[in-house]
């Protein structure tokens, strides 16, 4: 055990109205098989006190956005914004260690699952601080192989489940309160409580998805479409379109494909898209994940159909502000 003193990161860590979209899914579609008793479903009751509400219906999709801008304002709107789930990305975002511990505390409490994405399966580091600072569970990209799937899980789970680093005072504790008590509490039941979402976005991961998803300890599986897209060189025939790329038959096999995996190692399914509509294809195809835009995406994408709408309008200036 460890008296933790914060060191501060110099960058990201080492090395990725929304309730009209809730799909409700038919009978037969909603009659999944259980998650493994290390997983907590989501919304599920008896989460810690910082953890996500259950906001959703029996069966309805959770819904996400990205937060890479690392800005604790838009982390904490998104959050209460009716959203699911918020992925903080210390992979490719503007996320130091120091902005994490703040962007997790504008997000404490406040509705939404908040997903740390880490660098990737060694990222050990990154996990740990995540974890400590109260995540609900950190995302793991790069994955390639099984082995990268137990190492990221081992890194977030306590013996005998796992190799994770014992801390007090930190964040996560306070879940249960504080002193002596609370840390015992917390080390009880922490491992049921955190959540390790794998990412499906390469080859050799895709192509070997039931062996990785063997791995005890996975809540999701979360598909990264683009990546994968790139890794089979889709995007070299949709011309460097990402766009073209995700809208091909071949992505769209890649969703079908992760679904059904999941559904066989009996974990939560997970996939990034753009736009509501497909978001709304997702939930309808029963995953129990969508996450639909990035915060800066979706920042530029307003902007720009405001100043395309108000420049076609003939509305100009004479405003005050």
Known sequence: ??????????????????????????????????????????????APAGAAAPRRPAGAAALGVFVCSGSTAVAEALAVSGLDFVVIDAQHGAVSYRSLHDLLAATWGRGAKRIVRVGGPDDAYGMQQALDLGADGVMVPLVYTRADAARAVAACKYAPAGRRSVA???????????????????????????????QVE?????????????????????????????????HVAADYSLGKMLATPEVGAFYTRVLAACRRARVAAGAFCLGRARAAELAAMGYDYVGFDTDLNALITTAQAAVAEISGSGGGGGGAA
């Not at 005072?169 to 491992?191: I, Q």
């Not at 005890?216 to 994968?228: E, Q, V």
């Open 168 to 198: 007090y005072p930190v964040r996560a504790v306070y879940s249960k309160g504080a002193g002596p008590a609370a840390l015992a509490e917390y080390l009880r039941t922490a491992n049921d409580e955190t959540e390790v979402w794998v």
């Open 202 to 234: 390469t080859k050799e991961c895709f192509e070997d998805i039931d062996n990785v998803l063997s791995v005890p300890g996975i809540h999701c599986a979360f598909l990264g479409p683009a990546d994968l897209g790139v890794a089979h060189g889709l």
């Open 1 to 46: 055990m460890i008296l933790r003193s914060t060191r501060d990161r110099n960058g990201p860590a080492a090395a990725p109205g929304h309730r009209g979209l809730r799909v409700q899914r038919p009978s037969a579609q909603r009659r999944r098989a259980a998650p493994p008793p290390t997983c907590r479903a989501a919304g599920a009751s008896g």
